[in-house]
């Protein structure tokens, strides 16, 4: 598997609160992408990256904003939690445009 | 809106019997993958198709796609417990926009239950 890792693991926030999750990849992957799980939905697609500095939106993107500064590092902030954003976060890459993506072992975020 | 389809939302089986999922999906793709996801953890990708192939096999597991009928299924053969797990189709979302940069339409997954 490919090197992901995300942090925090697990995370209790209030509402209103800033909230920024991390991912980490050590593979030089070009492509990154932030997925959130939830039940009777399965993954969706938040935002992704195509290269440093490069970022687009996701199937729901509305409530988040990412950064990429270095190609191993990609960034989810929630500006302003809710608890609509009560969820699973997976982050993930991939080297090439047609390949399979490497998942990390994902966020537990809780938003009370 | 999900891309893929599961059929079945799940599935319990004998040790030794074989498993059959299906997908459908709704446009057209560049690949279709499969993950398998243990309780509580990340995905595991299982297998690439793309869209000119019409077979892949990687060890127990044998997938298909079906481009004219935007199907696809995954055989898992001779279960094993620790196949118990959920199962995900997902595309490439060209529906977003073309290239491959674009993150994938996952299903919404089958819960695969292999009793000992």
């Known amino acids: 598997d490919a090197g992901i890792t995300q942090s925090p693991r697990h995370k209790v926030t209030e509402t209103g609160t800033p909230v920024t999750l991390r991912c980490h990849q050590t593979?030089?992957?070009?492509?990154m992408y932030w997925y959130r799980q939830d039940p009777g939905h399965g993954l969706r697609l938040i935002h992704y990256?195509?290269?440093?500095?490069?970022?687009d939106k996701g199937e729901v993107s509305d409530g988040y904003s990412v950064s990429r500064s270095k190609t191993e590092d990609f960034l989810l902030t929630l500006e302003s939690a809710t608890s609509s954003q009560t969820s699973v976060y997976f982050c993930?890459?991939?080297?090439?445009?047609?390949?399979?993506?490497?998942f990390g072992p994902g966020t537990r975020l809780t938003v009370l | 809106s999900q891309q893929g389809e599961e059929d079945p939302q799940a599935l319990s089986i004998q040790e030794g019997e074989n498993a059959t999922m299906n997908c459908s999906y709704k446009t057209s793709i560049n690949n279709l993958q499969w993950y398998r996801q243990n309780s509580g953890r990340g995905l595991v990708h299982l297998i690439l198709?793309?869209?000119?192939?019409r077979e892949k096999h990687s060890g127990r597991l044998r997938v298909t796609l079906d481009t004219s009928k935007k199907s696809s299924s995954l055989l898992i053969t001779a279960s094993r417990a620790a196949d118990t797990a959920s199962y995900f189709c997902a595309t490439d979302a060209q529906a977003y926009s073309g290239g491959g940069a674009d993150g994938l339409t996952f299903g919404k997954g089958t819960h695969l239950i292999i009793q000992p």
């Open positions: 198709i793309r869209s000119n192939e």
């Open positions: 990256s195509y290269g440093v500095k490069d970022t």
């Open positions: 993930a890459s991939k080297g090439s445009s047609y390949n399979e993506q490497f």
């Open positions: 593979e030089n992957h070009r492509y």
